[in-house]
DNA sequence: GGTGCCGGGAA
DNA sequence: TTCCCGGCACC
């Protein structure tokens, strides 16, 4: 997999056609051993100004250099069969290809420059960036020295290292892509320029890539529509620069490595979020507005034309509206799954219904993939200093867990006048995002003062709003308490989980012993 | 009736 | 020791 890659990648190690010693025409084979570089024109950094040298390994085991017109000849008198045609093909991409593909030229430093030139400008295109950072890594090894075969060996496993952080860090969420700034591990390449990531070259987004895998992988249900995949999964690839960027990354590595050995190898352009049934929605962020649509292009164009005023189509667009929206993932079994099994997530869902003033940063991905997108026109986002995602937390939990079934049937008590007060106090375990289990406090019971509140259901309709705060007093039993430890008033495992999850039970709970993961 | 969990038994 | 369950107290 990784030698195919470097093969195809590298014009190190290609076997080439070199215009025959003996002059009679027909060119010969050879492996290209080094690329030298000869500065004619040090001043100008244009693709013609420098030519290439080529230490080529030859059939019969010499080394001969060979400028790269002379491989061109070569090249182009083989062109329709040669092995370095498809390699050309291979390691080069979008418009640089054709640049090079026309002139037959198949200088590595000069597509480099071309790269550069396309990834500060595309920003977006991961595999432009991929092959940009092999063949930087390249050039650090081999431009100006015949590289030997231990060298390539080395400079194989580089790529190897290369293409697995880039694996790795393809890994993290899209949702910490964050506007222009972003964590370069190295200077040694700069894409996160004046324009931004995401700017829109329609070169890059549409011509630049082939088709030979993506129509089947795109016709996953659970996929965006592959106009949406094509503009969308570049914000996938920008926190790869971070390489251990943050972020939910740890548990969809094995299946990034798995299943995208080849797939991002070979550009493929699909998120890979559809092991977890994900919907990706995007979501425009201007104030006031909020609209959620299903495709990257739609929700440009919608900012485009409705919050920045253009009128013209995408060509004339500068990527500002890039910043406009974000993605917003629906996990449908994440959701179901949080619906249902009531897995536990922090207490602080538990906050009291008016929208905090500090919302909740790590909840945000919850948030988002509990809200259905025609709730997003309910909240307004505040362009304050929040992140985008976390504006909409606390009032999407709210009105997601104000319908949850339990809430319906559980007992709500509220002490009558320590309501408030109790807010600060600490419970003694870590509440479920239901939050209408009753708590058992750590505090003492002296705190309520004897005037234990009965557990009233009916006190009034402004309790209707407090009730995502479920406080029962704990009655002063502990007075009473016999040979038999006093019940437990707080959430079990059982009260929890339910019995239909009774695996995620603590064992105690399991063997019907005392709850150890919620104790009293 | 539901729940927490003690006590005891089986493997 | 682990696992399970009858049974009791509490709500």
């Not at 890539?209 to 969308?232: E, G, H, I, K």
């Not at 009473?480 to 695996?503: F, I, P, Q």
């Amino acid at each position: 997999m990784h030698t195919r890659r470097l093969v195809k990648r590298s014009i190190l190690g290609s076997r080439i056609y070199a215009p025959s010693p003996t002059g009679d025409g027909a060119p010969v084979t050879g492996v290209v051993q080094a690329v030298k570089q000869e500065n004619r024109d040090v001043s100008s950094t244009a693709a013609g100004a420098r030519r290439s040298v080529y230490t080529v390994l030859m059939q019969d085991g010499s080394l001969k250099e060979f400028t790269e017109e002379e491989i061109a000849a070569g090249f182009n008198h083989c062109a329709a069969k040669g092995p370095l045609k498809s390699s050309l093909k291979s390691s080069s991409n979008g418009s640089s290809e054709s640049q090079k593909a026309e002139g037959g030229s198949l200088s590595p430093e000069a597509a480099e420059e071309l790269r550069l030139a396309d990834v500060k400008r595309i920003g977006r295109d991961p595999d432009t960036r991929s092959v940009s950072l092999l063949e930087q890594k390249r050039k650090v090894v081999s431009s100006s020295i015949d590289v030997p075969h231990a060298r390539r060996s080395e400079e194989e496993d580089m790529d190897k290292v290369t293409a697995a952080m880039v694996l790795t860090s393809l890994s993290t969420s899209p949702l910490v892509r964050s506007p222009p700034v972003k964590v370069n591990e190295s200077g040694s390449w700069k894409d996160n320029g004046s324009a931004g990531p995401f700017t829109p070259s329609s070169n890059s987004s549409s011509g630049g890539y082939w088709s030979w895998s993506a129509p089947s992988d795109q016709s996953n249900p659970s996929t965006p529509s592959p106009p949406l995949s094509a503009d969308s999964f570049k914000p996938f690839r920008v926190p790869s620069l971070g390489g251990v960027g943050p972020g939910p990354a740890g548990p969809e590595d094995p299946s990034l490595d798995d299943q995208d050995g080849s797939s991002l190898l070979f550009d493929e352009p699909i998120p890979r979020k559809r092991k977890n049934s994900m919907k990706v929605m995007f979501k425009c962020l201007w104030k006031n507005c909020g609209k959620v649509l299903s495709t990257a292009a739609g929700i440009q164009r919608h900012i485009r034309t409705i919050h920045l005023g253009r009128n013209c189509d995408s060509d004339c667009s500068d990527g500002e509206e890039d910043f406009y929206y974000t993605e917003i993932k629906l996990n449908t079994d994440s959701v179901a799954d949080g619906l249902s099994s009531l897995s536990p997530v922090s207490p602080s869902l538990l906050s009291p219904p008016p929208p905090p003033p500090s919302p909740l940063p790590s909840l945000n991905q919850l948030a988002d993939s509990h809200r259905p997108p025609q709730s997003s026109d309910t909240k307004e986002p505040q362009a304050g200093g929040t992140t985008p995602l976390s504006r909409s937390a606390p009032s999407a939990l709210y009105l997601i867990h104000t319908d949850h079934a339990y809430q319906a049937t559980a007992p709500v008590s509220i002490p009558s006048n320590s309501s408030n007060s109790t807010s600060s106090a600490s419970t003694s375990f870590t509440p479920t995002n239901s939050s209408s289990f009753s708590i058992s406090w750590q505090s003492p019971p002296v705190t309520f003062t004897g005037s234990t509140v009965s557990p009233s259901k009916s006190q009034g309709f402004g309790e209707q709003r407090s009730q995502t705060i479920a406080v029962l007093s704990s009655p002063p039993r502990a007075t009473t308490a016999l040979s038999r430890k006093v019940r437990g008033e707080g959430k079990k495992c059982r009260k929890v989980y339910g019995m239909e999850n009774r695996d995620m039970w603590c064992t105690a709970c399991r063997w019907k012993k005392a709850c150890q993961r919620f104790t009293d």
